[in-house]
């Protein structure tokens, strides 16, 4: 089921008057069948947005499609939507079959076809064995395939969920996003995961929509929104170690930082926010020189830390290619990964 969101909008007025744009005026379209990250950092939105979209919150403006139907102001229940919210939410006191059941009590569903459905979900999230249990005798990542049936559990036509690793231990949290990647392929569900971690929104998801307050950045496929992030809020938020940012000028095509010859770019003289990430550097004889203040040798790659333009900067480069004891070492950097950004507006200028 395709996912439209127009011009979704959401001010929250406090009781003073005082206005919060928790979402501004969102327009985007979810493919059917996608897995998408809702990605920003905390406050930017992705759960008034995720809450609209389930019929929990009412949008102060805009429009809410799942395929051709509008379901602004269609009630929750009557949506097709399933939800996993972090803390699990499981009833204490019912059983892993009862919690699963749960959602079809009011429904006109035969009861053998309910208890197949029960089945089918708990074992598609694999947790078959544990039907007789109750919440408190699960861990963790237990509970959360458990919520996940549930939510799966009326054949909804669309998933979201809410932070849904952020309870688990990170042992746990690796192997649940796997697990959630394989529900999703296997039931093929569009599904939005809302998180404010980077690294998980790029290791799960097919698509990547990008906030800051309330606002829409960017929308692509994880790599590519690494390799082309389209303004400097992107830029940082995406990639570990972060990218660095330095202070360059163009002159005649050639970008300069330090009196260094950093690059070739298409780009009108003038002064630019760089960004430069560390794994795009290489050592390279006909590069530019840089006094190592500091160099780490993690096993085939040496962290290498160094001023530019008076900002610290750090570059992952082969161990093979810095002798130790080093220090100065000549640099290049990769092909397509210099990153110029308008200083005014921070917006992308050119990756070269
Ligand atoms: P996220 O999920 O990205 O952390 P939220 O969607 O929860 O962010 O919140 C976005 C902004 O809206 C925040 O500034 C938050 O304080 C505000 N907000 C969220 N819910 C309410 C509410 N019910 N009343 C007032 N402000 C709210
Ligand atoms: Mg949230």
Redesign the pocket.
Known sequence: MEIRLENLTKV?T?KTGRE?R?VDKLDIVIESGKLIALL?P???????TLFMIAGLEKPTEGRIFFGDDEVTKLAPEKRGIGLVFQNYALYPHMTVYQNIMFPLENLKIKREEAIARVHEMANLVGIGELLERKPGQLSGGQQQRVAIARALVKKPRVLLLDEPLSNLDARLRLQMREEIKRIQRETGITTIFVTHDQEEAMSISDQMVVLNFGVKQQVDAPQEMYNHPDNLFVAKFLGNPPINVIQGEVKKGTLFADKKKIGVVKAADGEYPVGLRPEDFKVDPEGFEVDLKETFHIGRDTLIHFELNGTDVRALVDSDDVEIGAKKVKLSVKKNKIHLFDKESGSIVSHE
């Not at 905390?42 to 008034?48: D, F, I």
């Open positions: 929250f406090d919060t928790a920003g905390s406050g930017c939105g992705k759960s008034t």
